[in-house]
Structures are given as structure tokens and as C-alpha cells.
T-cell receptor, first 112, second 116 residues
Framework: KQEVTQIPAALSVPEGENLVLNCSFT??????LQWFRQDPGKGLTSLLL?????REQTSGRLNASLDKSSGRSTLYIAASQPGDSATYLC???????????FGTGTRLLVSP | EPEVTQTPSHQVTQMGQEVILRCVPI?????FYWYRQILGQKVEFLVS????????KSEIFDDQFSVERPDGSNFTLKIRSTKLEDSAMYFC??????????????FGSGTRLTVV
């Protein structure tokens, strides 16, 4: 059974810092991995999608990497801004299935 | 940019009542899903729907739950007799604009269900 873990659970940084969020999964037979952002009481916004054959994806100040064999992904946020404050969720889709298995998230607070 | 639309945004219902949560997925997507998030907990998969039938469901999705795509645009989740523990945020999602591709989920903004 796929288990997804995210560390740290919470992170507080001053504006301008570069930061790394970590995601690990127990079953390496994944089809893809997706990073989402969730604002309090709101829906899930897709940030980056990495297919199992890819090593990384970039969008603006965000870069996500995937090491399937070791069961890890990182989300790198460059030059953080207060508007980046949110919960970041990692989710994996296993090969042969359609459902996403979510981690518990990292709650990020960027202070001005 | 195309969106997944959910209504209502918040629903309060009495225990034992039936509720229907509604969703309009992205028009050219082929796969449809319901997830839920109990306050403070992980987002959990409930059910996926493809080609007018359930393709996968979790242990949570018991006989009290059903899904339907009554027309070409709506996708609904029905809870037959609500319990207090059904209180959660329910998310609809869609993905896959080809039969060979299920990637690239888009989620709606959710319906907060409160059972009293």
C-alpha cells in the first residue's frame, strides 16, 4: 500500500529565502507525482506534474525533482514571497491506478 | 483557463438526510473523481469514474455513496443517509483528455459539508 510522507510538517521563513520541501513515497511503481498548493479552506491548485520517466519540472520560481528509485521528490521554491504562504501537498499516482495518494502536507509561512 | 466548478460551496445538513454534491468537470476530460478531506487530515480518494461507470473506489465509498453523470456536463456525489463523520470538504476533480492519459488532475474549490 502506497504511503506518502512530507517533511517538514511546518516551515516558517523570512521573505527572500530559498527553501526545499520534501516528499517520500514507499512504492516506487509510480506513474506520476504531482505537487499542489492549498490555501486555507480552499481547493487544490496544481503546481507541477512529473511523469515517472522525468527527473524534474520547472515553473517560474518552482522546481520539482523526482528520484523514483529512492522514493523521493523535492519542491524547491526560490526567493520566497509572503504570497507563497500556503500548504503544499505532494501526491502520487501508482502505475495501473487512477487515484492520487496524498501526503499530509507542509504548511509554509513566509514572513515579510 | 478551464476550471472544475463545484456547487454548493457550503452545505449544512441534518444527520440521516440525503445530500447531493454537484460538479461540472472540464469539458474534454474523460476521468472524474471525488476526494474528501476531513479537517486536519489528509486528502483521501473516494471514487473514480470513466466511460459512465465506476473504475475504482476506496473502502470509504460504501453503499451510502453513489456517483452519477446524469448528462454530458454534470458529475454528482450522493450520500444517502449522512452521518456526523461525513463532515468534510469534498473535492471533485477531472483529468485525461485522451484514453491513454490520466495525468494532469484539475481540482474544484470544494464543497464543505457539515452534518449536524
Amino acid at each position: 500500500k502506497q504511503e506518502v510522507t512530507q517533511i517538514p510538517a511546518a516551515l516558517s521563513v523570512p521573505e527572500g529565502e530559498n527553501l526545499v520541501l520534501n516528499c517520500s513515497f514507499t512504492d516506487s511503481a509510480i506513474y506520476n507525482l504531482q505537487w499542489f498548493r492549498q490555501d486555507p479552506g480552499k481547493g487544490l491548485t496544481s503546481l507541477l506534474l512529473i511523469q515517472s520517466s522525468q527527473r524534474e519540472q520547472t515553473s517560474g520560481r518552482l522546481n520539482a525533482s523526482l528520484d523514483k528509485s529512492s522514493g523521493r521528490s523535492t519542491l524547491y521554491i526560490a526567493a520566497s514571497q509572503p504570497g507563497d504562504s500556503a500548504t503544499y501537498l505532494c501526491a502520487v499516482m501508482n502505475t495501473g491506478f487512477q487515484k492520487l495518494v496524498f501526503g499530509t502536507g507542509t504548511r509554509l509561512l513566509v514572513s515579510p | 483557463e478551464p476550471e472544475v466548478t463545484q456547487t454548493p460551496s457550503h452545505q449544512v445538513t441534518q444527520m440521516g438526510q440525503e445530500v447531493i454534491l454537484r460538479c461540472v468537470p472540464i469539458s474534454n476530460h474523460l476521468y472524474f473523481y471525488w476526494y474528501r478531506q476531513i479537517l486536519g487530515q489528509k486528502v483521501e480518494f473516494l471514487v473514480s469514474f470513466y466511460n459512465n461507470e465506476i473504475s475504482e473506489k476506496s473502502e470509504i465509498f460504501d453503499d451510502q455513496f453513489s456517483v452519477e453523470r446524469p448528462d454530458g456536463s454534470n458529475f454528482t456525489l450522493k450520500i444517502r443517509s449522512t452521518k456526523l463523520e461525513d463532515s468534510a470538504m469534498y473535492f471533485c476533480a477531472s483529468s485525461g483528455n485522451s484514453q491513454s492519459s490520466t495525468y494532469g488532475y484539475t481540482f474544484g474549490s470544494g464543497t464543505r459539508l457539515t452534518v449536524v
